[in-house]
């Protein structure tokens, strides 16, 4: 029924035990795990994937989300009922709200048309197959993003609350940044005890 995607690419696999070492840490009982590696067009890669599992609804995050703090699993599971209640709902976006938006419930709020980043790569529960509808242009992951949408889905997003803490700032000083490890990243990865030797070839890192 709920599996996590993580959305990665050859060159980046190195990133795979670290993501997986922090879900296993801070996301007890999680569901199981399916990855998209490769090297061609992002949305394709992420579209095919999804094509070939059976699961409702999937938990997609990109591979340098790693978590930092236990999950809300509370909310996890309110997003869930929320999917299983609503057929027009596509996704419930856990990056706290900052766009244009409407009530929705005590917890989620919709999030207006013809607005940027209804497509977002921040932690999200999709429906399967809304997010199949929502990549059928073959484009980049930042152009997805951009895409100004209007159409029958309802894609909601967290009006205020923590759910899964993946580091991010304002700026683009956490994670991965334009192929490099930033401080932020490498000393998370230094705390938990998981920045290996392969993170440190791959990113051409001391």
Same mark, same amino acid.
């Given at each position: 029924?709920?599996?996590?995607?993580?959305?990665?690419?050859?060159?980046?696999?190195?990133?795979?035990? #670290?993501?997986? !070492?922090?879900?296993?840490?801070?996301?007890?009982? !999680?569901? *199981?795990? =399916?990855?998209?590696?490769?090297?061609?067009?992002?949305?394709? *890669?992420? *579209? =095919?994937?999804?094509?070939?599992?059976?699961?409702?609804? $999937?938990?997609?995050?990109?591979? +340098?989300? %790693?978590?930092?703090?236990?999950?809300?699993?509370? %909310?996890?599971? +309110?997003?869930?009922?929320? %999917?299983?209640?609503?057929?027009?709902?596509?996704?419930?976006?856990?990056?706290?709200?900052?766009? =244009?938006?409407?009530?929705?419930?005590?917890?989620?709020? @919709?999030?207006? !048309?013809?607005?940027?980043?209804? !497509?977002?790569?921040?932690?999200?529960?999709? *429906?399967?197959?809304?997010?199949?509808?929502?990549?059928?242009?073959?484009? +980049?992951?930042?152009?997805?993003?951009?895409?100004?949408?209007?159409?029958?889905?309802?894609?909601?997003?967290?009006?205020? #609350?923590?759910?899964?803490? $993946?580091?991010?700032?304002?700026? %683009?000083?956490?994670?991965? #940044?334009?192929?490099?490890?930033?401080?932020?990243?490498?000393?998370?990865?230094?705390? @938990?005890?998981?920045?290996?030797? @392969?993170?440190? @070839?791959?990113?051409?890192?001391?």
């Amino acid at each position: 029924m709920f599996s996590i995607i993580m959305m990665s690419c050859d060159k980046y696999k190195c990133l795979t035990p #670290a993501f997986n !070492h922090c879900v296993d840490e801070y996301y007890p009982n !999680h569901p *199981r795990i =399916e990855y998209v590696y490769g090297d061609g067009c992002w949305t394709q *890669r992420l *579209r =095919e994937k999804l094509q070939y599992m059976i699961d409702d609804y $999937v938990l997609f995050m990109l591979d +340098d989300m %790693l978590i930092r703090e236990p999950v809300n699993i509370d %909310l996890i599971e +309110d997003a869930l009922k929320v %999917l299983e209640n609503d057929e027009k709902v596509a996704v419930v976006n856990f990056e706290k709200n900052y766009r =244009e938006a409407n009530p929705y419930s005590k917890n989620w709020d @919709e999030q207006k !048309h013809n607005q940027m980043y209804l !497509h977002s790569c921040q932690p999200s529960i999709w *429906r399967r197959t809304a997010l199949i509808d929502n990549l059928s242009k073959n484009e +980049d992951a930042w152009s997805w993003e951009m895409t100004w949408i209007n159409n029958g889905w309802k894609y909601l997003i967290n009006k205020d #609350a923590d759910i899964i803490n $993946v580091g991010r700032t304002n700026d %683009l000083n956490w994670g991965v #940044a334009r192929g490099k490890v930033t401080d932020e990243f490498k000393n998370f990865l230094i705390y @938990e005890n998981i920045y290996s030797n @392969e993170i440190k @070839e791959c990113f051409k890192c001391d």
